[in-house]
């Protein structure tokens, strides 16, 4: 019990939800056809169906999770190198309820007055024996909810923490553009602007910077909205 106590409160404090072993092995028994998995997560409980959601999202390698009310139902769909997806769809009556475990776990209240775009974030773990072939055993997921025509729909983009890793050399930008980064970066004071698309790759340019920058001697603050990495230091 006692046990159980701190898992539950650990969960509320640090916002994380976390996957199981037995999560692990439903979703391991749907992987078999792949068609099962999008009849897993429609046929869940509304308390088992995020977990199955961001469960298969991180065996597919999913960049992000769309969650988009339509008509008559509710799509969920992944993007996947790129491409996004359509996986499965949920009852529209059992929305709410859906949408209320997303906010609470995100720190919002459930019965928050909808507005335009709301941003937040909220972790993943997974317990020993879950989804082993998912090397992140902490997965920080920042989440967009946005009023649209039909309710509010919810983007969770699934965070890779081994992105941190990453050499600035080996991001793939051209030597003339690297030399000149590598350059100013250097310098005592100035402003880089980092622009692009969705996915471009903005934020893993930035941490690989930090990563140049973060020196025992160094103070560094950032200013993020929200948060996507906590690096050491």
Do not use: C
Request: aromatic share 6%; glycine share 10%.
């Amino acid at each position: 019990l006692e046990e159980l106590y701190e898992k539950i409160i650990s969960q509320l404090l640090l916002r994380s939800i976390v996957i199981t072993a037995e999560d692990s092995t439903v979703i391991s028994e749907a992987k078999k056809d792949f068609s099962a998995l999008g009849k897993l997560i429609a046929g869940s409980s509304m308390e088992n169906a995020l977990r199955y959601i961001l469960g298969v999202g991180l065996w597919l390698d999913a960049g992000d999770i769309h969650i988009e009310p339509e008509e008559d139902s509710v799509k969920i769909r992944y993007r996947i190198d790129g491409i996004l997806q359509d996986f499965a769809s949920l009852p529209m009556n059992e929305y709410p309820h859906f949408l209320g475990n997303i906010k609470i776990l995100s720190g919002f209240k459930a019965t928050d007055v909808e507005q335009g775009v709301k941003d937040s974030r909220f972790g993943i773990q997974l317990d020993k024996g879950a989804l082993e072939e998912v090397r992140d055993r902490e997965v920080d997921v920042r989440v967009s909810i946005i009023l649209g025509g039909y309710g509010e729909t919810v983007v969770m983009r699934l965070l890779n923490q081994s992105a941190q890793a990453l050499n600035l050399e080996k991001l793939g930008i051209r030597k003339q553009n690297l030399d000149l980064l590598l350059a100013e970066v250097k310098k005592p004071n100035g402003v880089i602007l980092n622009t692009g698309p969705t996915g471009s790759g903005k934020t893993t340019t930035l941490y690989s910077l930090l990563a140049i920058l973060n020196k025992p001697g160094v103070k560094i603050i950032t200013v993020e909205d929200p948060i996507e990495y906590r690096l050491k230091g």
